[in-house]
């Protein structure tokens, strides 16, 4: 079965990101695949220094949240917009994945691997700057970016009062996002 990792790039609470990966997943689920959803905030981690590396390893929630990308065949990632680029916090995460332990092969967590991008604002653009740079991070580590994404404006009003995606065209195009990444993931690990 086609496993798939969905994840934002924000830890806050009410995360609007949190909220429209999590439907995108569901349409992945829909798709048939093996989907886990988690939360940042989960897998706190320091900020990356190649010395303290050196000295200590890998921190163990990094190693664990490089664990969960390795075991996956695709991704679901939906990324604030900051400053019109990816958050410090979703940068860092995917630089201590890019990091190798042990016997794993370079760049494991990304290479072979199939994503599909959303971005989502209370703003008019829904965070469309960032899908850019995200996109590029993404296949510069060797992750084919399905060609399909999402920008979601004014996502605030777009939710119900428990902060679940309700818009009805917002949900069918997240959910397609999800099942298009599924449908790409098989295709690439077909016989
Ligand atoms: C440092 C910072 C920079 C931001 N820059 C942008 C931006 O460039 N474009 C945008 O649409 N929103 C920007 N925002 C607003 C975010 O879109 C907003 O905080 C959003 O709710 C973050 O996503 P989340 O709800 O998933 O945490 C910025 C917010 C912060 C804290």
């Not at 990308?69 to 940068?91: H, V």
Request: charged share 25%; proline share 3%; hydrophobic share 45%.
């Amino acid at each position: 079965m086609t496993k798939i990792l969905a994840f934002s790039g924000s830890a806050r609470k009410q995360s609007f990101n949190q909220a429209v990966v999590e439907m995108a997943a569901e349409g992945a689920r829909e798709a048939g695949a093996d989907v886990t959803v988690v939360n940042l905030a989960d897998y706190a981690m320091p900020m990356y220094h190649q010395d303290e590396e050196t000295e200590f390893g890998i921190p163990e929630k990094a190693q664990a949240f490089k664990e969960l990308l390795i075991a996956a065949d695709g991704f679901l990632i939906a990324s604030p917009e900051y400053n019109s680029s990816y958050p410090a916090l979703l940068k860092n995460a995917i630089d201590w994945a890019s990091r190798k332990t042990n016997d794993e092969a370079v760049l494991a967590a990304y290479r072979g691997k199939v994503a599909g991008i959303m971005a989502a604002s209370s703003g008019g653009l829904g965070g469309m700057r960032v899908l850019v740079v995200l996109r590029m991070l993404l296949e510069n580590l060797g992750t084919l970016v399905i060609p399909n994404q999402k920008a979601i404006a004014k996502v605030n009003t777009l939710l119900d009062s428990s902060g679940r995606v309700v818009d009805e065209k917002t949900v069918q195009q997240l959910k397609a996002l999800g099942a298009e990444t599924v449908e790409l993931a098989r295709k690439i690990n077909a016989d």
